[in-house]
Nanobody, 125 residues
Framework: QVQLVESGGGLVQAGHSLTLSCAAS??????????LGWFRQAPGKEREFVAA????????LYTDSVKGRFTISRDNAKNTVSLQMNNLKPEDTAVYYC????????????????WGQGTQVTVSS
């Protein structure tokens, strides 16, 4: 119902920036309003919530560890959501996943049930 494809991952040095993008498509995307978000999973750890944005883009939520460094945004005309990551740290190294939920609100992390395949972000010290 919703297909999500991430891009923009890579290897960067600590302190540098990277922007992740996610292209959304599918019948559900064109028929429903969606909350969009980013999650990440580091080696040996559980997948964790990073950021989310509601349908209008007027409401965002971040996990504490990325506040002030990461910015989530969306372009509904282009069906995309982005994650601008500044001042990256080695602990940001993970596979980053784009996610979606039905409904206009950004909701709670447990409500996200559509996932992309993930993109690797590696931050060297």
């Amino acid at each position: 119902q919703v297909q999500l494809v991430e891009s923009g991952g890579g290897l960067v040095q600590a302190g540098h920036s990277l922007t992740l993008s996610c292209a959304a498509s599918g019948r559900a995307f064109s028929s429903y309003t969606l909350g969009l978000g980013w999650f990440r999973q580091a080696p040996g750890k559980e997948r964790e919530f990073v950021a989310a944005i509601n349908w209008s883009g007027g409401n965002t939520l971040y996990t504490d560890s990325v506040k002030g460094r990461f910015t989530i945004s969306r372009d509904n005309a282009k069906n995309t959501v982005s994650l601008q990551m500044n001042n990256l740290k080695p602990e940001d190294t993970a596979v980053y996943y784009c996610a979606a939920k039905l409904g206009a609100s950004l909701g709670s992390p447990s409500q996200y049930n559509y996932w992309g395949q993930g993109t690797q972000v590696t931050v060297s010290s």
